[in-house]
């Protein structure tokens, strides 16, 4: 059974960080692109940050340069380090695995709230 599950959400203010992290398990992570993705409210849910199974990463205009994706194989897990936040970015955010090799296939996470208020 696939699962994938999300942890580190919480309410932070205006400048401040916070590190998300996605394990997975039933599925072998390295043959997996993982992503983060985010849902504000009345919004479309839209990509953040990308990471290929190689480690090449790809961010949203809105959040280049402050945030980071980055994977540990041996741990099957993806973080997002998130800094100098803003009360844009609140929305919940949501782990994707995509399987490079065929047949094609794809797994979420539940989500975890992220607000950034004062």
């Known amino acids: 059974q696939v699962q994938l599950v999300e942890s580190g959400g919480g309410l932070v203010q205006p400048g401040g960080s916070l590190r998300l992290s996605c394990v997975a398990s039933?599925?072998?992570?390295?043959?997996?692109?993982m992503g983060w993705y985010r849902q504000a409210p009345g919004k479309q849910r839209e990509v953040v940050a990308l990471?290929?199974?190689?480690?090449?990463?790809d961010y949203s205009d809105s959040v280049k340069g402050r945030f980071t994706i980055s994977r540990d194989s041996a741990k099957n897990t993806v973080y997002l380090q998130m800094s100098s936040l803003k009360p844009e970015d609140t929305a919940v955010y949501y782990c994707?695995?995509?399987?490079?090799?065929?047949?094609?296939?794809?797994?979420w996470g539940p989500g975890t709230q992220v607000t950034v208020s004062s």
């Open positions: 994707k695995a995509d399987r490079v090799i065929s047949p094609p296939a794809a797994y």
């Open positions: 039933g599925i072998t992570f390295t043959f997996y692109n």
């Open positions: 990471i290929g199974i190689g480690g090449r990463t």
